[in-house]
Nanobody, 127 residues
Framework: QVQLVESGGGLVQAGGSLRLSCVAS????????MGWFRQAPGKERDFVAA????????YYADSVRGRCTISRDNAKNTVYLQMDSLKPEDTAVYYC????????????????????WGQGTQVTVSS
């Protein structure tokens, strides 16, 4: 069982930046592909970004590409989401997700592909 704990959310003005962190329990973090998803009020949860277990492959939703960077530190069991040039439409609860993958460069973008989920961290962007 893997536990994921997100942090770093908060209230920020439009154009500002936040860095979200997600710490995973256990000693096998380097075997997990990781992803970030978000859910705005009244909307479905959507894909934001994903990173391979090696960290060499990443993928982004069109809505955040160029403004967000996903990265990971396997020594710290942590995945990050750096968000810049934030917009009010980025307001949502952000979730990190994890699942074991066997290919080092594999990324996963579908919610159903992830077995483990965190509780989420709220990001609010004011206009």
């Amino acid at each position: 069982q893997v536990q994921l704990v997100e942090s770093g959310g908060g209230l920020v003005q439009a154009g500002g930046s936040l860095r979200l962190s997600c710490v995973a329990s256990g000693r096998t973090f380097s075997t997990y592909a990781m992803g970030w998803f978000r859910q705005a009020p009244g909307k479905e949860r959507d894909f934001v970004a994903a990173i391979s277990r090696s960290g060499d492959s990443t993928y982004y939703a069109d809505s955040v590409r160029g403004r967000c960077t996903i990265s990971r530190d396997n020594a710290k069991n942590t995945v990050y989401l750096q968000m810049d040039s934030l917009k009010p439409e980025d307001t949502a609860v952000y979730y990190c997700a994890a699942d074991v993958v066997y290919r080092a460069y594999s990324v996963r973008v579908g919610q159903s592909e992830y077995k483990y989920w965190g509780q989420g961290t709220q990001v609010t962007v004011s206009s």
